[in-house]
């Protein structure tokens, strides 16, 4: 079993290096993609801000201490104060969706642009891999030739094959963390509306 790790461990080192500078590139952004994806996807699925339990609202709009987790602090921010009006609560959501939605949105901004970046990355080092295979067409048919253009249409290859690889998880990620940042949005939304409904028709 140790045998197999190694020779395994052994082959994806000959891979990276056959893939040339490039693939430290790629290493480097795949990297910060990840870091930041799972930031990201951290971010949006701490407390209950994207589950919307709508039932337990009525008696937390009532009562705002007993409201639970990241929506029970919003909750508490725009209910407190003695002279609550409309006003006040659209002022405060609004500075909430403001805070939480923006940061939400930089981070799929990043995600989205590495994600963009990675292929491009990838389409570099195939054009040097082609480059290095018409250096080594330039050189004849002999021996060392041959090796040139092998060498060259592996790197192509890899490193394209790389950038596509290092792409499609991170544009996975990016579109599960939009949507929870849309449930965020939604029961933002959706207990504004409730509050105002609520506290402010029975004292109308």
Do not use: C
């Amino acid at each position: 079993m140790l045998a197999e790790n190694s020779s395994l461990v052994r082959e994806l080192i000959e891979v990276f290096a056959s893939g040339g500078w490039i693939m430290y590139m790629l290493g480097t952004l795949a990297f910060i993609l990840y870091a930041t994806a799972f930031a990201a996807l951290s971010y949006v699925s701490r407390g209950n801000l994207a589950k919307g339990d709508s039932k337990k609202w009525a008696g937390w709009i009532e009562d705002p201490e007993k409201a639970e987790g990241r929506l029970g602090e919003a909750l508490r921010y725009v209910m407190h104060g003695p002279r609550l009006t409309i006003k006040i609560v659209q002022r405060r959501f609004s500075e909430i969706r403001l805070t939480v939605l923006s940061a939400i949105d930089r981070r799929i901004l990043v995600v989205n642009t590495l994600v963009a970046a990675a292929p491009l990355a990838g389409l570099l080092g195939t054009v040097m891999g082609m480059l290095a295979m018409f250096n080594g067409l330039a050189q004849g048919g002999g021996a060392a030739g041959m090796a040139r253009v092998a060498s060259g249409m592996k790197e192509a290859l890899i490193t394209t094959q790389t950038g596509l690889t290092i792409a499609l998880p991170g544009l996975f990620i990016a579109l599960v963390v939009k949507g929870k940042r849309d449930r965020i949005a939604a029961t933002l939304a959706q207990l504004e509306s409730q509050i105002l409904l609520d506290r402010f028709k029975r004292e109308s």
